[in-house]
């Protein structure tokens, strides 16, 4: 009997716990990212200039992603140039190793210095059509193996206009995090119809659509889902960095076309590195 009370009370102490600490807003300490993906450009000689020229800042996490042939000569570069840059791949495979002809493996990336690797790109999804099991597949094997996924979601043009974007994010995320229950992910809300096209969504829509991507995030993974980055990605440039980097749920930026250029990209990470210092 004595020891039944002794569970019961433990049980009763456990539950009250557990019941604040879903209902507090755990102090989030969330990092800021102005992550570059290069796509499809960029030769060994461009690398070596742009390492040369990049400032960059240790004020926020610099993250570069070149196509993977620039792999390796990049993580030298970055080496060589003692710069507070990271590295990242755009794409990965699922499995550890073995007969995917073309294809490149999380302990490949690992070996050539990449810490994070872009997964679920929206030019994936479209033109190697990618979906969210293979996304979730590539997630759980970059968290298996150490390497931090940066989660790409984002709704296409129809979509917003048939007011679909909240119903297309909840299902992406959802497939993303399937059986995943780490937060050491990156999120980068990229609408299709942004990217690449000089129409970038408004800081204000942007930081909306950000906070109820938390709220998913939320649902998915708990309390601890307060900590995630999540960036947005979609004609970022260096004019319009600064309406982004004062919005409350929007923790930097993950830029194509103006991350190619080390001048464009500094002026980038200079904005959210003055709003790191500034908060
Ligand atoms: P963009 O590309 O900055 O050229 O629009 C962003 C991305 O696709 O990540």
Not at 13 to 31: F, M, N, P, W, Y
Not at 230 to 237: K, Q
Request: aromatic share 6%; charged share 20%.
């Amino acid at each position: 009997m004595e020891q039944s009370i002794e569970i019961y009370i433990k049980n009763l102490v456990r539950d009250a716990i557990s019941h604040t600490l879903s209902g507090l807003e755990l102090q989030h300490d969330r990092k800021t990212y102005v992550i570059g993906n290069w796509k499809m450009n960029n030769m060994v000689a461009e690398a070596a200039e742009f390492f040369h020229d990049l400032k960059s800042n240790k004020n926020v996490s610099v993250v570069i992603c070149p196509p993977t042939q620039l792999l390796y000569p990049a993580h030298l570069l970055i080496k060589q140039s003692g710069k507070p840059i990271a590295l990242g791949s755009q794409n990965v495979h699922w499995a550890d190793q073995g007969a995917y002809t073309g294809e490149t493996s999380t302990s490949m990336l690992l070996d050539v210095g990449c810490e994070y690797v872009i997964i679920g790109h929206s030019e994936r999804r479209q033109y190697a059509g990618e979906d969210d099991q293979l996304v979730n597949k590539k997630v759980k094997q970059a968290l298996k193996t150490g390497l931090t996924p940066i989660i790409c979601i984002g709704e296409t043009l129809e979509e917003k206009n048939s007011r679909q974007t909240e119903r297309v994010l909840t299902t992406q995320l959802f497939g993303a995090l399937k059986d995943v229950s780490s937060s050491e992910v990156i999120i980068a809300y990229e609408p299709v119809w942004a990217i690449g096209t000089g129409q970038s969504a408004t800081a204000d829509s942007a930081q909306q659509t950000h906070a109820y991507i938390r709220s998913v995030l939320k649902q998915i993974l708990g309390p601890q889902a307060v900590g995630i980055s999540i960036l947005y990605g979609g004609s970022a440039n260096e004019s319009n960095a600064a309406d982004y980097c004062v919005m409350p749920d929007i923790d930097g930026v993950l830029v194509g076309g103006a991350s190619l250029k080390a001048q464009s990209f500094d002026g980038i990470i200079n904005v959210f590195a003055k709003g790191e210092k500034s908060k």
